[in-house]
């Protein structure tokens, strides 16, 4: 016969705990009295003890959950009565109570929170399914399903937009976000004196360093990829040149203290350039922090308003897309953008001889109404120099 | 009549993290066996950063990396208390009270409570009114954190405790995101009063205020080393 282990109430007023660690797991022998699992509200961390000795049966809250006191978080049977809970494909113990569901044509198609499968049974649609067509702007009820009994399938989803995609003739009106685009780029060629200048530059440095640096930023689910290297050289240089960071406000020129730096993001749906607010106080830690954060909340609509204003410059990297480099146009009401174009291993001339080194194109387009080639050309050598010196204790 | 319990305090001095933390594990399995009372750690630690139970990621709270960490001579740690990171250096007083809640003081709402009351009521005595905010732990002038509390029970003996800034070198704490909470300060008595403020008074005000609080007689030792 089973136990039932509860949340415990660990104060008059708490009505609920976070499950912090589990010390056990399904199929793990416990003693009484033996501490079970961790849980914490409050600032306060409880280890619980195990109500009797058994074996877990079933683990039913997850680390992470956060429960209602006296909800039951896990049995513990006398028998070998081990049930398959939610576990990952190395048979580890799933860390969120989600499940994967496969297809029936076996594929898997992502994860369902729990409560969507009930959902799931009553519409037929799956919400993979549901969300891939919201994406693509197809009506999944005017897609053939070939999985088990007519069931519209992930596959079916994206065969149903290429589809869409190949007809000849095809019109579609422009969404918001598209026509905004549309604007602010005619706008911004209407209102800037746009002149673009070409750095090369030699990325032998920042290539040592990321190499020897990325494992330990990756170790903490960050990235460090070449954009945080020009990011952090890019705001130390527009401290050395106000001008570059400085903005239009009619006719005035407004200058910033602070480097709010913008970060172009490429959407599915478009492009969006949120902003790191006082970017010359972080660390290249908080840079890649930031940068990565922005980047997701930018590709599931997560930003806020507040972080989509307010910039001062803006880089651009189209390098990943293979681009060698790029003559963007000024992000108004800014008066220069940087773009950054491929990393690649190129012939240099050093002492006469020719060499591989990792190089890449770096464009400023900068408004000539304000600012002027031999000052732009400033900013850019000391972009190039930092980068080619980068410091390693920066990192 | 009620007999009023028995706080014994025990002042480390200047010790390392890891060795108070020995000392506190081996005090709470006594506890827990009442082979002793209840008791009073107060500690000062040389540059440290302990990384608590609850951050996911938990490296993510650190705004640098382990390693710059080290050459600036500040250790880390990790610990199995609640709260999120934090910071603890010279000029700081840190309290670990370990303590039986049972049979009728089983809740932790009203022990956390009762150690914030515990330093809102020692630091009034120095002059400076703090406050709590809804929400979040700790003690608080305006919007900034005046002391840090992080607790663990087992089996409802208590562990772990508070971190109060009196003279703390506060850019240490811009080498962390404090208990995973952006855009809050910190601050300390000496910032605070804008004058030197003795830790050794704080320590006698804060051991009175103690025991007048959780309602125990005192019994002081000296530094045990």
Redesign the interface.
Known sequence: MATNVLMPQ?????VEGTI??WNKKVGDRVLQ?E?LF?V????????I?SPVAGIITKILAAE?DTVLVDTIVALIGEHEEVEASGSNDDGSPSSQMEERLLDSDGVDSGFVQPGERNQLVNQGFSPVVRRLAAEHQIDPNTISGTGTGGRVTRADVLRAAREMESVPGRVEPMTAMRSRIAERMVESRRTSAHVHTVFDVDFSRVSELRAS?RS??E????KLSYLVFVAKVVVDALQEVPIVNASMDGSNIVYSADVNLGIAVALDWGLIAPVIRNAHTK?M??LS?SIGDLSNRARSKQLLPEEVVGGTFTVTNPGVFGSIFGMPIINQPQLAILCMGAVEARPAVVNGEIVAQPRSYLTLAFDHRIIDGAVADRFMSSVKEHLENFEESL? | MARQSVLEVRKLGMMPYAEALQIQQTLVRQRRDNEVSDVLLLVEHPHVVTLGVNARHRLSNLLVTPSQLSAMGVELHDVTRGGDVTYHGPGQLVGYPILDLRPDRCDVHRYVRDLETVIMRTVLMFGVRSSRIPGLTGVWVGDDKLAAIGVRLSRWVTSHGFALNISTDLKYFDLIRPCGIDRKGVTSLSRITGSRVLYESVESVLIKEFGSVFDCVVNSQGAVL
């Open positions: 660990l104060g008059e007023s708490i912090v660690r009295e501490p961790e914490s509200t409050d600032k306060v961390d409880a280890e003890p992470g640096h330990t930023y170790e903490v689910g960050d660390t830690v908080e922090r990192l």
